[in-house]
């Protein structure tokens, strides 16, 4: 499930904060509709969650074990993009 990059960088977003699927498009470069479709099954797998509030969707992720392993998967990304810099 998070293989995919987007998916990957919405949780991450989500980890720092809850957004709507709006705001989310815009950070990621994204329309709203793939958006909305990656939240989707992330949600169907239980990785976000939303909220209603008024109109708006407002999705988050609650559960401190998936911002833990987005933040292992980034740490662990990062030092082979460095190393691929460098090398």
Not at 46 to 70: F, M, N, S, T, W
Request: no cysteine; aromatic share 2%.
């Amino acid at each position: 499930m998070l293989s995919a990059t987007a998916r990957l960088h919405i949780v991450w977003l989500l980890a720092e904060g809850e957004r709507d699927v709006g705001t989310l498009a815009a950070e990621l470069g994204q329309s709203v509709a793939t958006v909305s479709h990656h939240l989707a099954k992330l949600k169907l797998a239980g990785l976000v969650r939303a909220r209603r509030d008024g109109k708006r969707q407002i999705y988050l992720v609650d559960d401190p074990h998936v911002v833990e392993i987005v933040k292992l998967a980034v740490q662990h990304h990062q030092p082979q993009a460095e190393q691929r810099r460098i090398g």
